[in-house]
C-alpha cells in the first residue's frame, strides 16, 4: 500500500500520507497531510475507508 508502482486502488496521496508515517512520527505524517490539497485528502481517506471495510468483512460477524 505504500508502493506507488503496485498495482491496486490505492490512492496515490494515501501511499505518501502510509509512507510518512512509517516510523511512527506522526509530525511527518500530519505535515504531508497538511500539505495535500483537499482533492487529495479526500482520496487517501476513501482508501482508508475502502481498506478499514475491507478488514471489517474479512473478520465476519461475531
Do not use: E, I, K, Y
Not at 3 to 25: Q, Y
Request: with cysteine; aromatic share 4%.
Amino acid at each position: 500500500m505504500t508502493d506507488d508502482n503496485a498495482p491496486g486502488m490505492s490512492h496515490p496521496a494515501f501511499c505518501r500520507a502510509a509512507r510518512a508515517g512509517l516510523d511512527g512520527a506522526n509530525d511527518v505524517l500530519f505535515t504531508t497531510v497538511d500539505a495535500m490539497s483537499s482533492t487529495d485528502r479526500r482520496g487517501a481517506a476513501n482508501t482508508a475507508l475502502d481498506t478499514l471495510t475491507g478488514f471489517l468483512g474479512l473478520a465476519g460477524p461475531h
